[in-house]
T-cell receptor, first 113, second 113 residues
Framework: AQSVSQHNHHVILSEAASLELGCNYS??????LFWYVQYPGQHLQLLLK??????LVKGIKGFEAEFIKSKFSFNLRKPSVQWSDTAEYFC???????????FGTGTRLQVFP | DSGVTQTPKHLITATGQRVTLRCSPR?????VYWYQQSLDQGLQFLIQ???????AKGNILERFSAQQFPDLHSELNLSSLELGDSALYFC????????????FGQGTRLTVV
């Protein structure tokens, strides 16, 4: 069965530190890839998405992600985090032939001033 | 505001009972997803409907069922509730199939006592 793995369950950083969150998926077919963010007490919101084209995608709030097809990876990056980035981050994959939108287990990011 | 409405926001019920969670998708969205979010299991995909028909099935228990009505709103029915069913239940919608980004509602927090 298809799956999405997020290797970092809990990340603690100081403000201005750089961030990279790992995401790997297991499906070999055509996929669309997403990163969602869930701020405390809120619903999930889309950070960025990759459908096709340039494998380096930029999202909101200075986040970016790189799709590496050969590694089945879609890692999220931000060069300098802020306290307001404290949230839970979810990687997600949609398989074109099943339409299932599958999420990873999430990474909790805490940023301290 | 994502445009996806879930009711109720909170629900407290006893074991063995049955509840119905409601989701109104964004205007024009034909696809509805249901997810269960718990601390130990992360964000689990339950089921997806597209224009009234079941499209994809995830880790949905037999005690749970869902449907999408002609006006495209969806209901998730949870029966014979157990303590372990306590979780946040999210609904998401997308246009027109799942191969696009999904927009999430605020969730229904279910507490089974």
């Amino acid at each position: 069965a298809q799956s999405v793995s997020q290797h970092n369950h809990h990340v603690i950083l100081s403000e201005a530190a750089s961030l990279e969150l790992g995401c790997n998926y297991s499906y070999g077919g055509t996929v669309n890839l997403f990163w969602y963010v869930q701020y405390p007490g809120q619903h999930l919101q889309l950070l960025l998405k990759y459908f096709s084209g340039d494998p380096l995608v930029k999202g909101i709030k200075g986040f970016e992600a790189e799709f590496i097809k050969s590694k089945f990876s879609f890692n999220l990056r931000k060069p300098s985090v802020q306290w307001s980035d404290t949230a839970e981050y979810f990687c997600a994959v949609i398989e074109w032939d099943t339409d299932k939108l599958i999420f990873g287990t999430g990474t909790r990011l805490q940023v301290f001033p | 505001d994502s445009g996806v409405t879930q009711t109720p926001k909170h629900l407290i019920t006893a074991t063995g009972q049955r509840v119905t969670l409601r989701c109104s998708p964004r205007s024009g969205d034909l696809s509805v997803y249901w997810y269960q979010q718990s601390l130990d299991q992360g964000l689990q995909f339950l089921i997806q409907y597209y224009n009234g028909e079941e499209r994809a099935k995830g880790n949905i228990l037999e005690r749970f069922s869902a449907q999408q009505f002609p006006d495209l709103h969806s209901e998730l029915n949870l029966s014979s509730l157990e303590l372990g069913d306590s979780a946040l239940y999210f609904c998401a919608s997308s246009v027109p199939t799942g191969a696009t980004e999904a927009f999430f509602g605020q969730g229904t927090r279910l507490t089974v006592v």
